[in-house]
């Protein structure tokens, strides 16, 4: 059973139940007892009016859904209505407080409002996962979608529509004959909502087959259908961990495939160092480079140890593989003065007062791994972090045509004290994590050759993680007032910020390297939570009213970004600098409204 959430959920598989019912078996309502909304009629109005003549201007959602919506009646506003209610009952990134603000909002179009009460609305209070940032911003393309389903299942006889809710397996044949469904990550959530106990609570087609290559051969003759295939897995995980609550992203499932800091990425970071076995990552500073490098290599040991051990072995020995990770992560800081000497060998002093060469990190970091027969060990993962604050070519030395010769032996310019020549030597396991902060060094800076070892992944600001250590950061003070009031609040401090660095990125004075990380802005949690005092009382609003910004965005501003670009722009003469800074604080202060 895929049904596991952090919170009750029963209320939001009851809400999905009553549009399977209502909408799908009938031409129901969601929301209106005994009215008929869920029309072919009306579906094909509201296709007209949405689907087929899109708003492809920079307004918001809401502001352009207005304009397509309100002028085709009550009716067709309540459809449009349902259909947002449908598409926010299983994403947990976005709050209760702002589901139930933007579905009353559209119902007040036609004159409609409906209390926190109903229990449509009450399911909004808890989600079953997380749909990321990109479902928000295709909000269009997702109700889109779901319209165009709505369409064609009506088009199908009572008894192929009764066959279907009957059959988890032909409800996805017809979800998935409405074009471009499987780039939706709607069609997930829907097939969820329907048949909880068929399909996983995964709203990402990329996640589902990352769960399946970590657990391959765990089913000895695999379904060629990707949930069909996750179902047996599950069900085959449930026979080895018999009495446990099972879900991809807990504990003890979620450390064997996902990287739990890739949320709003494009590509998998595992999957690519995997490949290469050399990355880095690179961005402004404050984007968590050094935590989503630690978070990358625990990832890669994990996961290796569950192809290695198989699954039983690896779910019964997890002491063991915890053991790994905190003895095979090596993290060395770099800064200027560290050398070839310091990582590959130098000359020291010996105790009768000789010179010698010894052995630098690197070597005996090797001998230390070495020490462990290959068929016995788990991956060790070297971070270099920072690599920009050295000379980074001059330190890898003879390592450099390592990087791409694994378990070739290659003489060094040196011997030891015995006077046997040094070698080096990079075993095939052996992964290598570069950070590099884009403010003290650009990719361009770095020579071809060393750029052509390593793959170099992107780390910008995000808006995900920032709301979700937002998120954290509030629960953990308990500041007594619910997450889902502030929530709309902190995802306008994400789109401000976002915009802000749009203008960074584009300012003649400043440029992409000197964009803001989103470390930067959690400060105004606390500044936040000292303006509400010990009982704080709800209110409409926490950071902005209307486009006026309220203290906790002026202190984040006053104290933490400005002084930070101040020092950015130190080198331009005290006018320019000035005027930039101003810009830059009216973009970042006197934010747009939200969607």
């Known amino acids: 059973m895929a049904r596991y959430s952090e919170r009750d959920t029963s209320k939001t598989y009851a809400a999905a139940g009553r549009f399977r019912d209502e909408c799908l078996k009938r031409d129901g309502s969601l929301l209106f ?52 209610c449908v598409y926010f009952l299983f994403p947990s990134n976005v709050g209760g407080y702002r589901k139930r603000e933007l579905v009353n909002e559209v119902l007040s179009w036609g004159g409609d409002s409906m209390s926190s009460e109903h229990p449509v609305f009450a399911a909004f209070e808890r989600g079953i996962g997380s749909g990321g940032q990109g479902y928000n911003t295709r909000r269009p ?39 471009g469904a499987e780039t939706r990550q ?57 009495g446990k609550k099972l879900d991809f992203y807990w504990p003890p499932l979620e450390a064997a495939w996902y990287d739990t800091t890739e949320a709003g990425a494009d590509f998998a970071p595992l ?28 990832r890669i040991i994990r996961g290796a140890a569950l192809k290695r051990m198989g699954p039983a ?18 993290r060395l800081q770099l800064h200027p003065a560290y050398s070839y000497e310091d990582f590959i060998r130098g000359l020291h002093i010996s105790e009768i007062g000789a010179t010698e060469y010894r052995p630098g990190y690197l070597p005996q970091l090797v001998r230390q791994i070495e020490a462990t027969p290959a068929d016995l060990r788990l991956p060790h993962v070297l971070i270099l972090d920072e690599i920009n604050r050295t000379d980074l070519s001059r330190m890898l030395g003879e390592c450099f045509s390592l990087l791409e010769d694994r378990n070739q032996t290659i003489d060094l310019p040196a011997r030891d004290k015995n006077g046997q020549a040094m070698t080096l030597r990079l075993p095939e396991d052996l992964f290598v994590i570069g950070t590099m902060n884009l403010i003290d060094q650009s990719i361009e800076q770095v020579d071809f050759a060393l750029r052509r070892r390593f793959l170099w992944i992107p ?55 000197y964009e803001i990380g989103h470390t930067y802005l959690l400060d105004v949690v606390s500044f936040l939570r000292d303006d509400l005092g010990r009982k704080p009382k709800a209110r409409k609003s926490y950071l902005w009213r209307r486009r006026e910004a309220l203290r906790p965005v002026e202190q984040v501003w006053k104290l933490s970004l400005r002084p930070l670009l101040h020092e950015y722009l130190s080198g ?7 005027a930039e800074l101003e810009r830059l604080g009216k973009i970042f202060i006197a934010s747009s409204e939200s969607e």
Request: aromatic share 8%.
């Open 271 to 298: 999957d690519v160092i995997r490949y290469k076995r050399q990355v880095v990552l690179f961005g402004p500073p404050g984007t968590g480079k050094t935590y989503r490098a630690k978070s990358l290599a625990e």
């Open 33 to 84: 007892d005994d009215a008929s909304i869920w029309t072919p009629a009306n579906l094909a109005k509201l296709h007209q009016v949405f689907v087929a003549s899109p708003d492809e201007g920079d307004r918001s959602f809401v502001d352009k859904f207005r304009d397509q919506v309100k002028p085709a009646g009550q009716t067709i506003t309540r459809l449009a209505a349902e259909t947002l």
């Open 459 to 513: 780390c910008p600001f995000d808006a995900d993680a920032l709301l979700a250590a937002s998120e954290a950061l509030w629960r953990a003070k308990d500041v007594g007032l619910d997450w889902d009031r502030v929530e709309p609040d902190f995802r306008r401090l994400a789109a401000t910020a976002a915009t802000l660095n749009r203008e960074i990125r584009a300012s003649a004075l400043l440029g992409a390297q």
């Open 141 to 179: 393309f997702e109700i889109a979608f779901l319209i165009e389903f709505a369409i064609a299942w009506k088009k199908a006889s009572e008894t192929e529509q009764a066959e279907a809710l009957g059959d988890p397996w032909k409800f996805q044949v017809r979800v998935d004959e409405v074009e």
């Open 186 to 242: 709607l069609r997930h959530m829907l097939l969820h909502l329907v048949f909880p106990d068929h399909y996983e609570r995964i709203a990402s087609g990329s996640h589902k087959r990352r769960v399946l290559e970590a657990f391959e051969g765990l089913v000895a003759m695999p379904p060629d259908d990707q949930n069909q295939h996750l179902l047996a897995v599950r069900r085959e995980l449930e026979k080895l961990l018999p």
């Open 572 to 578: 331009l003469e005290t006018a320019l600098r000035e």
């Open 313 to 330: 072995r690896y779910f019964r020995d997890q002491s063991v593989v915890d053991d790994a990770v905190k003895a095979n992560v090596h």
